[in-house]
C-alpha cells in the first residue's frame, strides 16, 4: 500500500476528521532511514559480542558444467527498501546486503578437466549486492511479562518464499543460483548472527504504558515503486500497539495517510 505524504498542518487536519488509531491504543512509525541506521548500529554492536556472519569459504555449482569458490566472503548490514509490499495488512521488505570482502574465483570442466576462468575480488569501493524480495518482519507478539520485539530473520522458512539475487552476474540464472546458496547459508547459520532488531516493545514504570501486543505492517510513500523516482523504495514500519487489558484493533483503510510529514525530518 502506498500512503500520500502530508506537511504536519495537512496531517493534523487529516487526522481532526475521525479517530485514526483503528481502536489501537498507539501508533508508532520509523522510516527507511531510520530502520537502516538501527541495522547499520546493531550490525556494529554484533562486531563487539562477536555474532556477525563468518567469512564464507565454500564452494557451490552454478551448473553440471561450472561452479563458484568462494573464498573469505564477508557481508555488511541489511539495508531494507518498501517498493514491493502487495499485501496491506502484512510487515513485508525488501532486503539488500553489500559483499564488502572477499574472492570469487568461477570455475568450469569444458575442456574435460577443472579450470579457472575468471578471478573477481571485492572490496567497500567495488562489490556485488545480495538482493531478496519480500521478507517479512518476524511478529513477535509483547506480552506483560516479556518485551516484544521487530526482528528480521534471515534464516526462516517464510523469509526465503521469493527470489534472492546476488547482483553482477550478466546471466540471470548465476544471480539466482548464488542467492539459493545465500538462502542455504543463512538458514544453516546461528540464529544470533543471521537475525536483526529493529526495536522492542519495552514496558515502563508508568501505569498506562503497559504494552500487551502488537501488530507490524510496511507502507511505501507515494511513487516509491517507480524505478529513477528521488524517493523510490522509501517507506515506514508501522507499529500497532495495544497497552494491557485492552483489545487489539484493526488496520486502516485507503484513505490512510503516510505516516511521517513531508515537512519534518
Known amino acids: ?18 479517530p485514526r488509531t483503528s481502536e489501537w491504543s498507539a501508533l508508532v512509525a520509523y522510516d527507511r532511514g531510520k530502520c537502516n541506521q538501527l541495522l ?6 554484533k562486531h563487539d559480542k562477536h555474532s ?17 569458490w568462494l573464498i573469505d566472503y564477508v557481508t555488511d548490514a541489511p539495508r531494507l527498501s518498501f517498493e514491493n509490499n502487495p499485501d496491506t495488512t502484512s510487515a513485508e521488505v525488501n532486503m539488500s546486503m ?11 570442466d569444458l575442456a574435460g578437466f577443472a579450470q579457472v576462468n575468471r578471478i573477481s575480488s571485492f572490496d567497500p569501493l567495488d562489490y ?33 518464499l521469493y527470489i534472492w539475487e546476488v547482483k553482477g552476474d550478466r546471466i540471470e540464472h548465476q544471480r539466482r543460483m548464488a542467492g539459493a546458496f545465500f538462502k542455504r547459508k543463512f538458514k544453516e547459520a546461528d540464529p544470533q548472527k543471521r537475525t536483526f532488531s529493529l526495536g522492542k516493545l519495552a514496558h ?10 502488537f501488530k507490524l505492517r510496511t507502507i511505501m510513500e507515494q511513487g516509491a515503486a517507480t524505478r529513477g523516482a528521488a524517493n ?23 484513505d490512510w495517510a503516510y505516516p511521517l510529514p513531508i515537512d519534518r525530518s
Do not use: C, H
Open 1 to 18: 500500500m502506498a500512503g500520500i505524504r502530508k506537511t504536519l498542518a495537512e496531517y493534523l487536519e487529516w487526522a481532526k476528521l475521525k
Open 40 to 45: 547499520l548500529q546493531e550490525y556494529i554492536e
Open 52 to 68: 556477525i556472519m563468518p567469512p564464507i569459504n565454500e564452494a557451490y555449482g552454478s551448473s553440471e558444467t561450472t561452479w563458484s
Open 98 to 108: 553489500a559483499v564488502v570482502g572477499g574472492k570469487n574465483v568461477s570455475l568450469d
Open 128 to 160: 556485488p549486492k545480495l538482493e531478496a524480495n519480500r521478507v517479512p518482519l518476524k511478529d513477535i507478539q509483547g506480552t506483560v511479562n516479556k518485551d516484544g520485539e521487530v526482528v528480521l530473520d534471515l534464516g526462516l522458512p517464510e523469509s526465503q
Open 204 to 213: 515502563t514504570t508508568q501505569e498506562f504504558m503497559k504494552p500487551q501486543s
Open 232 to 254: 523510490f523504495g522509501n517507506g515506514a514500519v508501522e507499529v500497532r500497539i495495544a497497552m494491557d487489558d485492552e483489545p487489539q484493533g484493526g488496520f486502516p483503510g485507503e
